[in-house]
Structure formats: structure tokens, C-alpha cells
């Protein structure tokens, strides 16, 4: 193999490598199914799996949906593409599997329509946003994300 092409190998898997620290591992992935079980008389309620993965690091697959401000710290992760911003419309208008991300650091917004994989640790419970007023169940917290 000459040099030049060994040099280009090397490269692409120090990118690669590079992603992969940005979007960080993760111990386990849930999807969106993975959040509640249940939708009797008593509700919704949080699924095994979800209770499971508490405090621990996951990876999810979602949708950013639009901030509130392109700077916030936190946004929602949604099953499918969203258009709206979650404080534009009432609960009633949101589905009740959103997850919402408190990030690391900040990062920059992405588009609402491409898929973005995110990995947290996962907080379970009512927690209301003390700026904000928004009222979360499920978070992913210290995120991050990047392409999938």
C-alpha cells in the first residue's frame, strides 16, 4: 500500500472516530416505543425499559423540534418532524412521547426535518423548566447530538 493511500485511510478513520466522540457512547438506545406502556383508565406510564435506563446514558433517535430561542440549552426530541415550537401550541396539540434535551453545551439548532441521534443520561418525572414553565416527564440530560 503506498503512502498516500495509507495517509487517507488514517484520516477518514480519525473522522470517523472524531464523530463518534462527538456524539458519545452510549449504553443502551431506546426509541420513542420505549417510553410509556399503558393507556388504560389509569393513563400512560413510564415503560420498564425507560425505568430501566434511569440515570443511565442511552442514545435516541428524533427530530429536533423548533427552540424557543436558537441559543436555549435545552429542546424537544420528537418522534417525527414538528414544525412548531412547543411553546407556540398547548399541550393538548403535542404528543405525549416528546423527550426533552438539556444540553451539554450549547450547540447549533438543526433543521426540524433531518433525523438527529442524541445521547444523555436518562431523568424520569414531572420537572418544570423554572425559566421556561415547560413541564417535562422524560430528559435527556449533560447531551449532545450529531447525525446518525
Known sequence: MDRRRRLLIQAALFAATAQIAEIGLADDRLAFGDLYEGNGILGLK????LRHHAGQRVEMLGFMAPPLKAE???FVLTRAPMALCPFCQTDADWPAD????????????????QP?????RV??????DAESGFVSQ????????GRP
Open 46 to 49: 413510564f415503560s420498564d425499559k
Open 72 to 74: 436555549a440549552g435545552f
Open 98 to 113: 416528546i423527550v426533552v434535551v438539556l444540553l451539554a453545551e450549547p450547540q447549533p439548532v438543526q433543521p426540524h426535518h
Open 116 to 120: 438527529i441521534l442524541v445521547t444523555g
Open 123 to 128: 431523568e424520569i418525572g414531572p420537572r418544570r
Open 138 to 145: 422524560v430528559r435527556l440530560v449533560d447531551a449532545r447530538y
